[in-house]
């Protein structure tokens, strides 16, 4: 009897429902040794990192002829990006690898050349010019929602980051040359870059320990091929559009409003060389960055269905086509932004000091290699209220706006800031919201994914999610 009435208690008492934690790499020991240090980097960044990063406001690395520093503490961050951003431009250790393809681009220049570059580029991406380039990226979020109509069953399982490379890449083809990613040359600079994302990591090794020039730099062979290949497809498309400029017949794209922008102190316009530079680091920053971001997103969705039925609700304000209905996903933007502080696509960045300074007390020389971690300060142990959890609600709580100020960089700060910022926080809601009001996401059993750095941060073996139309039948 008493046996029987305890069962009967414990079947009656409610479950705790035990939320599982977003998946994060494991930290390597906290003392390896240098060569051991380089095997691990070349195998990802984000895992050859010591679990104290995450709870540091400074961490250094001394030798003999190098130091490196990474901060964490939110003054100094701000110090770094805003007060004294003149004081620690971008590191030009960084551009060892990505050069071949985005040459002198706007993400790799420094001083007056990039102060040049950001005059002419950053009128294209005004608030005005989200809404002129909305029906763009809502047609290519459309085409994407089509075409896993006609390719799933039910519950087919899906490597989603496939899916949100081609949309992204869509959005970016219609975006800027008004062409859909069926395009014969955007088909093939879409499917070149998928390579090279793939064998070309965003911060190489030199950004952190000092390697001699003979030493590999740990590319594929191909890398170099690619991104060839790349910028010759990218400079067709640009020298048609500045055909169509000259004959009075371009579309009204991003394209063509960059190359007929003229930089008000000179009056200079992009040539062909420099034009084929930018559209480089646009297809980079726009299509890359916001692939990871949305298939990490979609991934946690899946993870966790409350939110993911909350967010389906939530989209059917895109029964009205314009604009204005952008403004009413505000669920999926706080879903979106905590997918971005867990996940943000570019983890580290980097500065370098062209004057000495004191940073917590201690001396960093002149050309010290200054790294700012979005991936550790996004999930620093000191600053955020559970720090490691999805919890989108955090964006209305006194903590989380506080550190969305100081300690929320997925599109860096201050003058560097992201030019497309706005644009990803429409493309990224919005995306979301059409796929989720037309499909139903569950986790694959047996896939979960592991983060790992490649040119933004991935997946090491994909993520694979089984997508089931809400609908049952086909709408396409």
């Known amino acids: 009897m008493t046996d029987t009435k305890a069962q009967s208690s414990h079947r009656s008492a409610p479950q705790r429902i035990v939320r599982p934690e977003p998946p994060k790499p494991p930290a390597r020991p906290s003392k390896v040794s240098f060569w051991r240090y380089l095997r691990l980097f070349r195998e990802d960044i984000l895992s050859a990192q010591p679990a104290k990063l995450y709870r540091a406001w400074m961490a250094e690395f001394r030798a003999p002829s190098f130091r490196s520093f990474l901060i964490n503490q939110p003054d100094l961050i701000k110090r770094v990006l805003k ?24 993400f790799l220049t420094n001083g007056d050349t990039w102060k040049r570059q950001r005059r002419i580029i950053d009128p294209a991406f005004e608030g005005g010019r989200l809404k002129e380039t909305y029906p763009a990226m809502r047609a290519a979020a459309e085409a994407a929602v089509q075409r896993l109509h006609q390719q799933l069953g039910q519950g087919d399982e899906v490597e989603v980051e496939e899916v949100t490379s081609h949309v992204a890449a869509d959005v970016i083809f219609r975006t800027l040359f008004s062409i859909p990613i069926e395009n014969t040359v955007a088909s093939e600079v879409f499917g070149r870059f998928r390579a090279y994302q793939r064998s070309q990591p965003l911060l190489n090794l030199a950004a952190f320990v000092p390697l001699p020039k003979w030493m590999p730099r740990f590319f ?21 559009r500045m055909a169509a400029i000259a004959r009075g017949d371009a579309p009204q794209d991003l394209a063509t409003k960059i190359m007929t922008t003229s930089d008000p102190k000179t009056a200079e316009r992009f040539d062909t060389a420099e034009m084929v530079d930018q559209v480089a680091i646009f297809f980079l920053a726009g299509h890359e960055t916001s692939a990871s971001a949305l298939a990490w997103t979609l991934y946690l969705m899946a993870l966790y269905p409350d939110w993911q039925e909350k967010l389906a609700q939530e989209a059917a304000v895109l029964e009205d086509p314009g604009f204005a209905a952008v403004s009413k996903l505000r669920l999926s933007r706080d879903v979106f932004r905590e997918a971005l502080r867990l996940y943000p696509p570019v983890p580290m960045m980097v500065r370098e000091a062209i004057c000495p300074v004191t940073f917590r007390n201690r001396s960093v020389p002149k050309g010290a290699q200054i790294v700012l971690s979005p991936w550790h300060l996004h999930r620093h142990t000191r600053l ?28 860096s700060s201050g003058a560097r800031v992201c030019p497309g910022a706005g644009f990803a926080m429409v493309e990224g809601p919005l995306i979301l919201s059409m796929i989720l009001r037309d499909f139903k996401l569950s986790c694959s059993a047996e896939k979960a994914p592991v983060p790992v750095a490649h040119l933004t941060v991935r997946s090491r073996n994909g993520i694979w999610l089984q997508i089931t139309p809400r609908h049952g039948a086909d709408q396409s």
Not at 225 to 230: L, R, V
């Open 83 to 106: 007060d004294e951003a003149d004081n620690f431009p971008k590191s030009d250790r960084i551009a060892e690898g990505l050069k071949p393809l985005l040459g002198d681009s706007v």
């Open 220 to 240: 594929r062979p191909d890398t170099r091929a690619s991104a060839d290949k790349i910028r010759a497809l990218i400079t067709e498309l640009t020298q048609q």
């Open 384 to 411: 955020w209220d559970n720090p490691d959890g999805f919890d989108p609600t955090r964006w209305h709580s006194e903590n989380g706006k506080k550190c969305q100020r100081e300690a929320y960089i997925p599109f």
